[in-house]
């Protein structure tokens, strides 16, 4: 494994947010290598020994290393490291500065796609994080497509960085007139559907889901818009069980798409 970059001297030269910075990239190093095969006990022995001395400088507590030498135990031991030491920047963890998935004793689930024509509209969405999560829900649930009105696409960095690869799989339409693009879409069969608590909803499991399907989820502050609220042919709701009346808009995608896919497969 690489040594670490710094002396003493030069290393206690940086801020703290710094030296926090230039241990997790030297931790992340190794944690590459530990993810790519089986580390010997000499190296394990040497990371430590680096790493306690990396910390006596710092002035925090020494590293307790794993009792046993598995490499699962390290990878878990290594990553929790890594993001102890981003707490100490006192800046919240992002969900691009996780770690990407090990998969370990995993059962393999085949590719099994569904025939269905169902797509996602999205009306004056905002958060990147959103939709990068909904652009993964799409292409995990057998979508076809994302229609973007208003709403930033896959073409930013930070939806990418949230939809984990599935933006590669998953078409977008981008429009500035949603709600007529969605009655050019109802004259080629489809139903348009909006996920709003309004007076008239049915609860999602009491609609009648079709093959040719579009489902508008509406902005993150006040909903569907009123124009495009006007071009829905039904609107459907998420009965709720606790004191919150609502989910984040990217899990009631998810409870709405994966029940839209079991339903038409079965």
């Given at each position: 494994?690489?040594?670490?970059?710094?002396?003493?001297?030069?290393?206690?030269?940086?801020?703290?947010?710094?030296?926090?910075?230039?241990?997790?990239?030297?931790?992340?190093?190794?944690?590459?290598?530990?993810?790519?095969?089986?580390?010997?006990?000499?190296?394990?022995?040497?990371f430590?020994?680096?790493?306690?001395?990396?910390?006596?400088?710092?002035?925090?507590?020494?590293?307790?290393?794993?009792?046993?030498?598995?490499?699962?135990?390290?990878?878990?031991?290594v990553?929790?490291?890594?993001?102890?030491?981003?707490?100490?920047?006192?800046?919240?963890?992002?969900?691009?500065?996780?770690?990407?998935?090990?998969?370990?004793?995993?059962?393999?689930?085949?590719?099994?796609p569904?025939?269905?024509?169902?797509?996602?509209?999205?009306?004056?969405?905002?958060?990147?994080?959103?939709?990068?999560?909904?652009?993964?829900?799409?292409?995990?649930?057998?979508?076809n497509?994302?229609?973007?009105?208003?709403?930033?696409?896959?073409?930013?960095?930070?939806?990418?960085?949230?939809?984990?690869?599935?933006?590669?799989?998953?078409?977008?339409?981008?429009?500035?007139?949603?709600?007529?693009?969605?009655?050019?879409k109802?004259?080629?069969?489809?139903?348009?559907?909006?996920?709003?608590?309004?007076?008239?909803?049915?609860?999602?499991?009491?609609?009648?889901?079709?093959?040719?399907?579009?489902?508008v989820?509406?902005?993150?502050?006040?909903?569907?818009?009123?124009?495009?609220?006007?071009?829905?042919d039904?609107?459907?709701?998420?009965?709720?069980?606790?004191?919150?009346?609502?989910?984040?808009?990217?899990?009631?995608?998810?409870?709405?798409c994966?029940?839209?896919?079991?339903?038409?497969?079965?």
């Amino acid at each position: 494994m690489d040594t670490f970059g710094f002396t003493k001297k030069k290393f206690l030269s940086q801020s703290y947010e710094n030296r926090q910075r230039h241990i997790i990239k030297w931790l992340s190093s190794f944690y590459q290598i530990l993810t790519a095969n089986r580390v010997s006990q000499k190296t394990l022995i040497f990371f430590t020994e680096q790493y306690n001395q990396i910390l006596s400088w710092t002035e925090m507590e020494p590293f307790s290393r794993p009792e046993s030498n598995t490499t699962r135990l390290w990878i878990e031991t290594v990553s929790d490291q890594i993001h102890f030491h981003r707490t100490c920047t006192g800046k919240p963890i992002r969900d691009y500065d996780l770690l990407g998935k090990i998969q370990t004793m995993d059962s393999k689930i085949p590719y099994d796609p569904i025939d269905i024509n169902c797509h996602i509209a999205l009306d004056g969405m905002r958060s990147l994080f959103n939709i990068g999560s909904i652009f993964r829900t799409c292409e995990a649930a057998g979508f076809n497509s994302i229609i973007l009105g208003n709403t930033p696409g896959k073409e930013h960095p930070n939806v990418q960085k949230t939809a984990m690869g599935a933006h590669k799989w998953i078409d977008q339409i981008k429009t500035d007139d949603l709600a007529q693009t969605l009655l050019d879409k109802r004259e080629e069969g489809f139903q348009i559907i909006g996920v709003e608590t309004v007076e008239g909803s049915l609860a999602f499991k009491d609609i009648s889901w079709q093959k040719k399907t579009i489902v508008v989820f509406g902005n993150e502050e006040y909903g569907i818009s009123s124009h495009v609220m006007a071009v829905c042919d039904q609107f459907a709701n998420i009965p709720m069980f606790g004191r919150k009346n609502s989910l984040n808009v990217a899990n009631a995608v998810s409870v709405i798409c994966f029940h839209i896919a079991g339903h038409l497969r079965i």
